[in-house]
């Protein structure tokens, strides 16, 4: 069956360093990926997107990297701060709606 | 203001009482999704609706029903043969269903309690 696993429940790290967020997945193939955030109580807020043939994508301090060999996507938060904790989810797409893993709670320590 | 809408943000029912939860959006999209969270869980699709008239089971569908009349509406009814009905429930929208349908726009979800 799908399997959608993202490296940890939490992760802890200092203001400052780059956090990076690990999404692996079996017997899937999606055609594209998608990352969330989710602030406690509230619905998960999109980030970005990475389509199957596409190896990276930036926005800001955020990247994305994609590798269907590994089936696995990156996420990196480059020089973190206190306000990007938060839970974040990543979701994979074929034919059917997102499939989404059970998130990785990232605390930005100052 | 564009964006999804559920209502309310806390509801308290007694079991054996069937309960609906709200969902409304006017981002004019195709395609509307209804998913459950618990603590641990992640998100689980319930229903999703590609267009009016049309929706499909998701992985635990068993205990809910859906209904889409309208474009913009796609209320989730939570029955009594739902047997842990206890959590927070989420409505979400795309532009269209299928593989491209881009990413989704998340309402602030309702918590059900049920006791």
């Known amino acids: 069956s799908q399997k959608i696993e993202q490296n940890s429940e939490a992760l802890n790290i200092q203001e400052g360093k780059t956090a990076t967020l690990t999404c692996n997945y079996t017997n899937y193939s999606p055609a594209y990926l998608q990352w969330y955030r989710q602030d406690p109580g509230r619905g998960p807020v999109f980030l970005l997107l990475i389509r199957e043939n596409e190896k990276e994508k930036r926005k800001e301090r955020l990247k994305v990297t994609f590798d269907t060999t590994l089936k696995q996507s990156l996420f990196h938060i480059t020089a973190s701060q206190p306000a990007d904790s938060a839970t974040y989810l990543c979701g994979l797409r074929r034919n059917t709606p997102l499939v989404f893993g059970k998130g990785t709670r990232l605390s930005v320590i100052a | 203001d564009g964006g999804i809408t559920q209502s309310p943000k806390y509801l308290f029912r007694k079991e054996g009482q069937n309960v609906t939860l709200s969902c409304e959006q006017n981002l004019n999209h195709d395609a509307m999704y209804w998913y459950r969270q618990d603590p641990g869980q992640g998100l689980r699709l319930i229903y999703y609706s590609q267009i009016v008239n049309d929706f499909q089971k998701g992985d635990i569908a068993e205990g809910y029903s859906v209904s889409r009349e309208k474009k913009e509406s796609f209320p989730l009814t939570v029955t009594s043969a739902q047997k842990n009905p206890t959590a927070f429930y989420l409505c979400?929208?795309?532009?269209?269903?299928?593989?491209?349908?881009?990413?989704?726009?998340f309402g602030p979800g309702t918590r059900l309690t049920v006791t």
């Open positions: 979400a929208s795309s532009i269209r269903g299928g593989p491209r349908g881009g990413e989704q726009y």
